[in-house]
């Protein structure tokens, strides 16, 4: 483990350095690394895996889905199975099911999970309210997991840039005695940049608190109502969607993720500084207590209730597919598309 100073707070992180590939590939030279679920996460793991040089096989029910795995490579027979011969197949299972999904896919995962095999998540959700989901893994397996600090089409599309996104790493239960070894092994095999320690409870806490803030939620909130006060007061679409995303996603977020607020705003006019140095504080106060509500409804299990009772529904896609055009088909969006359209590079 490196020892960095994370803004004055020392941590213990895994580096590429210290835990190269060759010693991942060394650690998990005898696993049968099954991937259920191909979604989101699923590809991309499992390709950066396989890519990796991993011994990867996937398990997906036959849909659009498997489609898609065919379409990546995977041969039926070969490394693409139904999910019951992969969870068969597989040494350590990576459980990557929508974590409503899982609810129901867990009595059949459970019956696979003989002593000696690993089982693998993404988030903590799961074991962490094992009252409400019923995922109670059996004691002589072990238990870990990875979790990827992005989409998993981030994950896949930085690899392939030679780039890699931060996760956190974190172990439930360790009957071999070597589970956190496999588990920083299969962090560096995703494609991982740096990994940090957590336990699942954080995990999860963090992970539902962060998307439901300011990397979904928040963000479109944000964008959202000053888009419509940019409106309300005679400012035409196309100047309020630009002063309200794209600039902040074409020009001013690389900045931010270059080198800092800091330099975002210096690379900004002395007048743009002075504003949002006087208004980051207003726009703090206002929203901080609508992240402790937040907040305390992950801690109460709250979202945790929501996610799963919506997410079980047997119409969850259609019904999540009327709130997401909706969201598409409002006028700042459809502005964006326009916007998108006439970026240079697209035309
Ligand atoms: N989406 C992300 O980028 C992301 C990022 C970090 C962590 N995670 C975590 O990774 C895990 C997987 O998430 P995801 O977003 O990739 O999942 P997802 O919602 O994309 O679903 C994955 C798979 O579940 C399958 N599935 C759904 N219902 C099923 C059922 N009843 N029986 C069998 N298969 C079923 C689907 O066919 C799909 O292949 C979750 O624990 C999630 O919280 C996701
Ligand atoms: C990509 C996210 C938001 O980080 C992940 O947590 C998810 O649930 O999809
Ligand atoms: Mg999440
Ligand atoms: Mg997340």
Redesign the pocket.
């Known amino acids: 483990m490196a020892t960095i100073n994370f803004g004055g707070v020392e941590e213990q992180v895994v580096t590429r350095e210290e835990f190269p590939l060759e010693k991942a590939r060394e650690v998990l030279a005898n696993e049968v690394i099954a991937v259920i679920?191909?979604?989101?996460?699923?590809p991309?793991q499992s390709l950066n895996m396989r890519d990796n040089g991993f011994n990867v096989i996937v398990g997906?029910?036959k849909?659009k889905?498997y489609d898609k795995a065919v379409a990546d490579g995977w041969v039926p027979g070969e490394t693409l199975f139904e999910?019951e011969e992969a969870l068969e197949k597989g040494t350590i299972i990576c459980?990557?099911?929508?974590?409503a999904?899982?609810i129901?896919?867990w009595p059949t995962v459970k019956a696979a999970l003989k002593p000696g095999k690993s089982l693998y998540?993404?988030?903590g959700?799961?074991v962490t309210y094992k009252e409400k989901t019923g995922i109670v893994p059996p004691a002589d397996v072990d238990v870990f997991l990875v979790?990827?600090k992005?989409?998993?089409?981030s994950?896949r599309r930085l690899f392939v840039e030679g780039k890699g996104l931060n996760s956190s790493f974190a172990v439930y239960q360790d009957a071999s005695g070597n589970a956190r070894t496999k588990a920083i092994a299969m962090g560096i095999g995703v494609g991982s940049g740096y990994l940090f320690e957590t336990d699942f409870y954080k995990e999860v806490t963090s992970?539902l608190t962060g998307e439901r803030g300011t990397l979904m939620g928040a963000i479109q909130g944000i964008f959202a109502a000053q888009y419509e006060v940019l409106r309300e007061n005679g400012h035409s679409p196309s100047e309020a969607f630009n002063e309200t995303v794209e600039e902040l996603t074409q020009s001013l977020m690389p900045l931010v993720a270059e080198n800092g607020m800091d330099w975002m705003y210096a690379n900004c006019s002395t007048t743009a500084q002075r504003g949002a140095l006087d208004w980051w504080k207003p726009f703090h106060d206002a929203t901080k207590p609508v992240f402790e509500k937040l907040y305390n409804s992950v801690k109460s299990q709250e979202q945790a209730e929501i996610s799963i009772t919506r997410n079980s529904q047997s119409d969850y896609r259609e019904k999540l597919e009327v709130e997401l055009a909706e969201l598409r088909e409002s006028e700042m969006w459809q502005a964006g598309k326009a916007v998108r359209s006439l970026r240079p590079e697209r035309s």
């Open positions: 679920g191909y979604g989101v996460q699923g991309g997906q029910r849909g889905t999910i459980f990557l099911l929508s974590d999904a899982q129901e896919l998540f993404s988030h959700f799961g979790a990827p992005g989409s998993g089409t994950l992970d």
